[in-house]
């Protein structure tokens, strides 16, 4: 337990309790960074008391939101402040690398949002470095806390779904185009992780194609289809873009049982269960085997309304207060930082298989 938390009693009836607030600074208030804070700044047991921005816009906004926040543009306000215990960082993936690393060498616990980094070696070294300094290092995939996904998690675990065929994913959209990174490494990593978590193995070999239609002089690809393909014969085909007429956030999950629909645009059905399949057959009087259809019920269960980033926030908060490894910890960042890698080397090569 990180020795400056700060402890703050509370009275219920005649009874008083000692709830243990974990001290936390923000690097990034910006477009996802702010909806990191919102929670942060809420969160039982967590107390935001600084937030890091280079924009003077941005910590005006933050200022007069929360003005009981310190906001600051100078890192070194964070990490070298002792009470607080845990870092944040929602920045440009190609800060994650030097904050992280900076923040860790300052001995407090770091939440950095996806991708981990963008260069393999230095996601190691992130892994390592936490190994070495006992600290906690956890990533912001955000999808494996989604209510959704751990129902689908829970039928893969039980068997109800049989054994996992294949699972195909899609997130589109007509929406911001980056400039630093493509489609690939701003959506997919939320798919992989998801794949990853599900089928709890990675990937042998990665194949993926994408075309910059967009921005062509700069090869920033706009879309992209990648497959993975595993040691137990399971595939999983992800397809990403920013450039598309609707917005699609869905996966299917095809199981020898069951199937399964997961679409996160939908207001409250988010989750179908398909009881379909292929059974085989034995025909006594050739001795041979034949396949038949099979269609039953489609189920709508009821799924958790509770928000998937203010679950994960709290995760968080519950991790650096117990010191337990996180569910998405740097280990797994690692593993998709590997596949992302993986996935764009079979890009430059024309949509050559990679391994992993």
Known sequence: MPGRSLAVGVVYGERRFEITMINIGLVGAGAWGKHLLRNFANLPGSRLKRVCDLSEKVRSTVKATYPDVDVVSDFRKIITDPEIDAVVIATTPETHFELSTLALQAGKDVFVEKPLVLKVDDGAALVELAERQHKLLMVGHIMVYHPAVLMLKGLIDSGELGDIHYLYGARLNLGKVREIENALWSFAPHDISIVLFLLDKEPVSVTAVAQAYLQKSKSIEDVSFMTMLFEGGEMANIHVSWLDPNKVRKLTVVGSKKMVVFDDTEASEKVRIYDKGVDRNRDYQTYGEYLSLRTG????????????????????????????????????????????????????????????
């Open 297 to 356: 019920d489609i189920i709508i269960p009821k799924i958790d309304s509770s928000e998937p980033l203010r679950s994960e926030c709290l995760h968080f908060i519950e991790c650096v207060e117990s010191r337990t490894r996180p569910r998405s910890d740097g280990a797994e960042g690692l593993k998709v930082l590997k596949i992302l890698a993986a996935a764009q080397r079979s890009i430059e090569q024309g949509g050559v298989p990679q391994k992993v």
